[in-house]
């Protein structure tokens, strides 16, 4: 089992970055795959980034790629989204999963654990 809890949304203005976190509970967070989703109201939840166990693998959605980077720390138990170049389309509750294969995974189905998720809003 495994709690996860993300921080660092806010409100920015187009062209902006914002850093989240994802902090995770439990002794074997460097075994899971991570990954981060969002979901805008009224719209389906969609896949955002991915990264494996070890960290040397990484999945992006082709809308975020080059402005968005999926990092970890295992030793601080904690996912990182590093957000470049904000666009207002980008504006979502963004989440964040484990899963207990550590692939960097893409599909929602495929996570097992989920945080409450942290409001991301870029302003035009």
């Known amino acids: 089992q495994v709690q996860l809890v993300e921080s660092g949304g806010g409100l920015v203005q187009a062209g902006g970055s914002l850093r989240l976190s994802c902090a995770a509970s439990?002794?074997?967070?460097?075994?899971?795959?991570m990954g981060w989703f969002r979901q805008a109201p009224g719209k389906e939840r969609e896949f955002v980034a991915a990264?494996?166990?070890?960290?040397?693998?990484?999945s992006y959605a082709d809308s975020v790629k080059g402005r968005f980077t999926i990092s970890r720390d295992n030793a601080k138990s904690t996912v990182y989204l590093q957000m470049n170049s904000l666009k207002p389309e980008d504006t979502a509750v963004y989440l964040c999963?484990?899963?207990?294969?550590?692939?960097?995974?893409?599909?929602?189905?495929?996570?097992?654990?989920w945080g409450q998720g942290t409001q991301v809003t870029v302003s035009s």
């Open positions: 999963a484990a899963a207990n294969l550590g692939r960097a995974l893409t599909l929602v189905r495929s996570f097992n654990y």
């Open positions: 439990g002794r074997t967070f460097s075994s899971y795959g």
């Open positions: 990264i494996n166990w070890t960290g040397g693998i990484t």
